[in-house]
């Protein structure tokens, strides 16, 4: 099926050509993970090292007007990141001003840890059936979760904190309500999270039923 753009949609080089600088921005601002250059040229057009030369042009352009949050290419991948000097002024925004409060979102996502833990962001994402990557960045960063430990597949293990006991009042875990027996264990969470990434089949045409002899014959 061809897909067809909104009307006024930016242009995304479908005859090849590198992504307007605009779309670029778009594409950075809503990714939750580093994206190479070539993941944006099969997806936008272009070839990666069309791409990458425009990534880097973006990136040296951020720093030349002086923008709060830079374009950072780490282990090849790309990432809009807020500069490092702005470093206490954001984390005192996320802890102590206006986002002091969380969201029902990560009060979800801080749940699913403290009962499920230790625990992988695959997992927790299969309990929520969402992503999660910006919500569990968020607890980390204010001290509520913390990663404890790593899986042999090389997976990051999550955890609560002693400050969630100090925010909750609770002076262990043993003191949690029981809810944890509600929650589906870790093989069905292994299975739930592999079927959210999984690439979805085209369904196959029906098979007309067997014919059965008519009678007599």
């Known amino acids: 099926m061809t897909h067809v753009p909104p009307a006024g949609a930016a242009p995304v080089a479908p005859g090849g050509g590198v992504p307007e600088r605009a779309v670029l921005e778009a594409v950075l601002m809503v990714i939750d993970e580093p994206v190479s250059a070539a993941e944006v040229a099969e997806g936008l057009g272009g070839t990666a090292e069309e791409v990458e030369a425009a990534l ?33 002024a954001v984390e005192r925004f996320l802890v102590g001003g206006r986002q002091a409060r969380l969201t029902q979102a990560a009060l979800e996502t801080l749940a699913v840890v403290a009962y499920r833990q230790p625990v992988t962001r695959s997992r927790v994402a299969a309990v929520r ?13 204010r001290g509520l979760v913390a990663e404890v430990g790593t899986e042999p597949s090389g997976a990051v293990l999550y955890g609560t904190t002693h400050l969630f006991l100090e925010r909750i009042g609770l002076r262990d875990l043993g003191e949690l309500p029981d809810l944890a027996p509600h929650l589906p264990e870790a093989g069905e969470l292994d299975e739930i999270a592999a079927a959210m990434t999984a690439p979805v089949r ?7 039923p067997p014919e059965h002899p008519a009678a007599g014959e």
């Open 129 to 141: 059936g969402v992503n999660v990557d910006g919500v569990m960045r968020t607890l980390t960063t």
């Open 202 to 208: 085209p369904e196959s045409a029906p098979q007309a």
């Open 56 to 88: 880097e042009e973006l990136a040296a352009a951020f720093t030349a007007e002086g923008r709060g949050f830079d374009l950072r290419r780490v282990a090849g991948a790309w990432r809009i990141y807020s500069r490092p000097e702005h470093a206490e």
